[in-house]
C-alpha cells in the first residue's frame, strides 16, 4: 500500500528526493490531489501517464515561484503578463508556448504547456522542495474523479507512488481555469475558479477579447 504521511518540513524533503530520483508523489494542490513528478524528465513524465492509463493529453506543470515559470515558458505575451500579474498566484493555468527542450510527453506535441502559480501556501511549498516545477495532473486513473484526500489518492494507486503527501481535503469545489494565450486572441479551454467575467475584465483593460 502506498504510504501516507502528513505534511512537513520531513514529508516534503522525502517527496523532494523521490522526485529527484525520477520517481511519482501524489499532493494536494490548489484544486484537487496531483500527481507530482520532474516535468523535465521524460520517463517521470512517462510514468505518470501509465499511472493515469491516458495517452496524447498535455499535463500541466505548477511552479513555486513566477520566476520559474521561465524554465518552462519559451516566450510570453502581453495577455500572459497581464493575466498573470492579476491573478497568480491562483487557480489559473496558462496556457503558453514551451520550450523545445520539455519532453514530447508533457506537451502532447502541441508544443505548448500548461503552467500555474498556486495560491495554495502548502502546494507551494511542496513544489519547491521538488525543485520548483511538478507536474499536478489530477491523481485519478483516466476516468475517474479527482482524489479529494489522501487515502483517495493512496486508494487509486496502492502501487507506483513513491508517497502520497497528506495535506488535508481538498479545499476547492471546482478545477482551475485554462486559458490559452498562444495565439493573437486568448482562448478559455476551461472555466473554473476563475470566473470567465474575471478574466474579461483583465483582459479588456488590455485591449483583448475572450
Known amino acids: 500500500m502506498t504510504d501516507i504521511i502528513p505534511d512537513s518540513v520531513e514529508a516534503r524533503e522525502r517527496a523532494g528526493r523521490a522526485v529527484a530520483a525520477g520517481g511519482v508523489m501524489a499532493f494536494r494542490t490548489d484544486?484537487?490531489?496531483?500527481?507530482?513528478?520532474?516535468?523535465?524528465?521524460?520517463a517521470a513524465v512517462a510514468a505518470v501517464n501509465e499511472l493515469k492509463g491516458r495517452e496524447g493529453k498535455p499535463i500541466l506543470v505548477l511552479v513555486a515561484t513566477a520566476e520559474d515559470a521561465a524554465r518552462l515558458i519559451a516566450r510570453t505575451s502581453r495577455a500572459f503578463d497581464a493575466l498573470a500579474a492579476r491573478h497568480w498566484p491562483g487557480a489559473l493555468t496558462l496556457i503558453a508556448?514551451?520550450?523545445?527542450?520539455?519532453?514530447?510527453?508533457l506537451t502532447a506535441g502541441t508544443g505548448t504547456i500548461g503552467v500555474r502559480l498556486p495560491s495554495d501556501e502548502h502546494a507551494r511549498s511542496v513544489v519547491k522542495a521538488s525543485g520548483g516545477a511538478l507536474t499536478a495532473t489530477s491523481a485519478n486513473p483516466a476516468g475517474l474523479t479527482?482524489?479529494?484526500?489522501?487515502?483517495e489518492a493512496a486508494r487509486y494507486f496502492p502501487e507506483g507512488l513513491a508517497l502520497v503527501i497528506d495535506g488535508g481535503p481538498s479545499l476547492a469545489e471546482l478545477p482551475s481555469t485554462v486559458i490559452d494565450v498562444?495565439?493573437?486572441?486568448?482562448r478559455l479551454v476551461r472555466?473554473?475558479?476563475?470566473?470567465?467575467?474575471?478574466?474579461?475584465?483583465?483582459?479588456?483593460a488590455q485591449g483583448f477579447e475572450l
Open 31 to 42: 484544486t484537487f490531489y496531483g500527481l507530482g513528478a520532474n516535468p523535465f524528465d521524460a
Open 182 to 186: 498562444t495565439g493573437d486572441r486568448p
Open 97 to 105: 508556448e514551451a520550450r523545445a527542450e520539455l519532453p514530447a510527453l
Open 191 to 204: 472555466e473554473g475558479v476563475v470566473t470567465r467575467s474575471e478574466l474579461e475584465e483583465t483582459l479588456d
Open 146 to 151: 479527482p482524489a479529494r484526500t489522501a487515502e
